[in-house]
């Protein structure tokens, strides 16, 4: 069950930073198309809203706000399940379905199938995946349904900006490249399914430099688990070869043998 | 007078299967969680959510069955003697078919550490599992760590077992006794724990 994902047909987005203008119909054509409902949220001195991924959210405008001598300045950044090539979700999903890749290299779930372990949450790079009340995981599956009917994502559909643009992957990454822009995730995580043209380093949109599988999670499931399997099996083989090698400690060894019929 | 004298009293007895059943409940419900490979040990639960719930409640009975079997037999098996420090230059003679003789009390050295580490691993898979029961409520490092930590002690803790098992049974015949009818043969305690056998059979 490895994933693998084809880089050459592999669809995806590439976001330019430089051209969102924060005006979220992303965010509300994506809760349109999903049937999402509504967050109920506080306000806390910001226009960022709502200030995180949750649940009924698949992607939101993160705001950057930043006071220079009195003066605000914006950044914006689509936050969402950026459909890594090697996806951490997927390594440890011990659920075979609940997240899948479709032939478009699109990571997408199946709440049927999920059975609420909330691996994924913790495998995530970038803290993705969210449980809501149902207990199941959700996130952008880029519209797969959409995409299946040969329509573009609801977001990408609805971004009057081309901040979002839907298509092969290679040739949105050949086309900013073209254009001298700044890429994000061209070759992190095998790639990401979203890549970004960022004004910045990443860090200052929160970003990982480096993105990859968080440690642990790298040794849990492709050191330990491994090694744990052949350990198992490496003791119940010692002692089978001290039993026939060596052999047990019988108690009748030093005594007279005396049938007991105790057994 | 009996060929036989009492090792382990029925509560220790009882107290001892609780922790091998709930154990092995852990193990069955785990397996599926812990690699795909296993994914069809879910079935016999009736599904991974079944098998999560059940390895839940398993292993809150694990963990405190372990936790009271250890503090029960905390004073024998947390102190090394002498006569323990030269079976431990000699493996227990477990290395060796010639004859061996060590003056050992109600627990040999390896016995110890085995009690000492299904302790320690059962406190340690007991605060990484609850953390990995509730992972939204701790920060996403410490759950990352403690998914590994459970991996890794019950690696660990499947590995000691099987030797525990092995060396209860086949390996030193006779053994078995002592955890099914509390009795085991005077020999066999002569045999295996000389010092502990003095202890209970020579009037105080």
Redesign the interface.
Known sequence: ?ADTVNQATRKGFLVDTSRCIGCRSCQVACKQWNKLEADKTANKGTFENPRDLTPALYNRIKFIEKETDGAISWQFFNERCMHCGDAGCMK?????GALSRTSDGIVVFNKDKC?????C???CPF?IPR?GADDKVSKCHLCTDRINGGMTPACAKACPTETLKYGRRSELIAKATAAKKTLYGVDDLMGLGVVYALEGPPEQYGLPARPSI????F??KDV??P???L??W???GA?LL??VT??????????DSRE?GHE | MSEYIERFRTSERVLHWVVTASFFTLLLTGLGLYSRLFHGYFGLFGGGMNAIFIHKISGVIFFFSSIYMYLNHKKDVSSFDEDDKLWIDKSGGYLSRDASHFNIGKYNPGQKLFALCIAAATAVLGVTGVIAWLPLYFPRFIVQVSLMMHSLFFIGSIMFVVVHVYLATIGNPGTIEAMLYGNVRKIWAKKHHPKWYKETTEPQ
Not at chain 1, 92 to 96: H, K, N, R
Not at chain 1, 115 to 119: D, F, V
Not at chain 1, 214 to 217: E, K, M, R, T
Not at chain 1, 248 to 255: E, F, S
């Open positions: 069950m440890v999903c011990p659920s075979p059975i609420s372990c909330k691996y949450v913790s495998a803290n449980y968080p440690l642990s999670i040794l849990w330990i688990k090694l744990g399997i350990g198992f490496s003791s119940i002692m001290h039993y060596i052999g047990p400690k019988k108690v009748d060894d030093d005594l007991d």
